[in-house]
């Protein structure tokens, strides 16, 4: 039989991230995750639902994740689903928790706050040469897909 496990997620986060290292290294971010879903009801009532996610992310992406994500910054996860099983210390008693390991990691809304309300420091851009600097590519004669004749500007 077939399985397929893929999850999406975009959401706010519901608290700064927490970074921890394994005993080789490895970064690891643990954050929580609120996905909203608004919905009218039969009655014309705007209602909403919100569902709290708890995420895993390692790597490069979990030190990113950790030096620019803040709570309630916005956040897009593609990952899969993980069930972790325990016994409780307490009663003995066998639990269990759904959650998501990122596989990819997408911040969304501005650096600087706008959505979300954070205030995280701007991710670094890469040097570019300057347009004066660099010089401009030679026009080919079909080179694309339309020649330079039937630009419409």
């Known amino acids: ?9 975009a959401g706010n986060l519901t608290r700064d991230p927490e ?16 996905v909203n879903r608004v919905w009218t009801n039969e009655a014309g ?3 909403e639902e919100v569902t709290f996610v708890d995420v895993d992310i390692f790597g490069r992406t979990a030190e990113n994740v950790g030096q620019y994500m803040r709570k309630g910054r ?5 990952g899969r689903l993980k069930l972790d099983q325990w016994d ?19 911040f969304l809304g501005s650096p600087g706050g706008g959505e979300g309300g954070g205030s995280a420091p701007p991710a670094p851009r890469p040097s570019r ?4 600097s660099a010089p401009a590519p030679e026009p080919v004669e079909g080179d694309g897909p339309h020649d330079s004749d039937d630009v419409p500007f």
């Open 45 to 47: 009532e705007k209602k």
């Open 74 to 78: 916005p956040i897009l996860i593609e």
């Open 19 to 34: 970074l921890r290292y394994t005993p080789k290294g490895t970064a690891i971010a643990k954050i929580g995750l609120a």
């Open 129 to 132: 040469p300057s347009p004066s």
């Open 1 to 9: 039989m077939a399985s397929f496990n893929k999850v999406i997620l």
């Open 88 to 106: 409780d210390k307490q009663t003995g008693q066998k639990k269990s928790k759904l959650g998501v390991v990122a596989e990819t990691v997408q």
